[in-house]
């Protein structure tokens, strides 16, 4: 059966196209720097926004009828894969992603649910044959289900801990047998709402505990994939313990588990934690940290996650610099953890949102490229801290000053003159960048 019989595949027809079904910039076969665009960038589809989300919000009910869902259970979840790779494949995708509970229904009780999942994984990995479409990460839902109400890793109960274990041992013996190139974990409930009824420190060595098994199990099944740690600071839980990249890092080295875990950074829990997506990817980046994308963006007039498809390409810009500086995303991958809008109800919208994701990271890819390659905001940073490369600040960067030298060379200082540091400019230039790749195109 055919689910998107109105949709032919999605070809690139360049930007001056009007057909809302083509790629205008994303261009997979087009070179950057050596390697084509669809090596850079890695896209994904995320399985639970585009094939279980069914448009409810806080104050609305379902309004996506999906022809996948007139089925029951085990079929409908059998409907899903069939839409799933015919979606795949018309995007020309190299990678999904998805959570157990996305692909097969939780059974009666957990002996039901692994078999239930094992009927649809095996059905996953014969459509797999066939397909270009890989598996860049799965992870276990360890947040919806009422058990977790008081986290999963981090639980006050240790039922709950050694029911997520066992859905986290599944997990990565699924992410094995599919060839997932990353096993991710997201701390949904991972956190607390009181202090008043919480023994942090319990919390936390537990988690590191349940860290530690879960690496140690990988290593045992020969599972060779990036583990993945995707933090957020909020929602649902009020202080989540993996809040943002520098607090996740300094749980990682304080447990000795910094070695062993990478991170999946998301835009939109960026913003949540009052941080820019640049932000948590340079601060990945510069500590070797940086595992893979969660690429969609968030709504700053609303604070909660709204998990929009990425279309801010100031945004992509800067997020592909992080990336080709860090010399792209290894295993990873670009994932698109974003839904369409509520009102974007109609089965092609999920092609419409998916292409201008990635035409606006392929605009992002190409500047970011260019500003690389021309050294345009290198040649600013270094003039910035050119007095860090003589004298004293040498010194003070090679570890040969201390505080006496530096009280002689303060004193015999006069007036201290700094330079600009031109954001306005660097602003502009860009704008300039961007304005440039477009005509171009």
Known sequence: MAYF???????????????????????PEEKIGGKTMEEHLRFSVAYWHTFTFKGTDPFGSDNMPRPWDRYDSMDAAKARVEAAFELFEKLNVPYFTFHDVDVAPEGGNLRETYQNLDVIVAMLKDYMKTSKTKLLWNTANLFSHPRFVHGAATACNADVFAYSAA???????????????????WGGREGYETLLNTDMKLELDNLARFMEMAANYAKEIGFTGQLLIEPKPKEPTKHQYDTDVATAFAFLQKYQLADRFKFNIEANHATLAGHTFEHELRFARINGMLGSVDANQGDVLLGWDTDEFPTDLYTTVLAMYEILSNGGLGAGGLNFDAKVRRSSFELEDLFHAHIAGMDSFAIGLKVAHKLLEDQALEQVIAKRYESYRHGIGLDIVEGRANFQLLEQHALQLGEIRNQSGKQESLKALINQYLLDVNTRA
Request: hydrophobic share 35%; aromatic share 14%; charged share 25%.
């Open 5 to 27: 019989a109105n949709v032919t595949p999605i070809q690139y027809e360049g930007a001056r196209s009007t057909n809302p079904l083509s790629f205008k910039y994303y261009n």
């Open 167 to 185: 859905k986290v041992k599944k997990g990565l013996e699924i992410a094995k047998e599919l060839g997932a190139e990353n096993y991710v974990f």
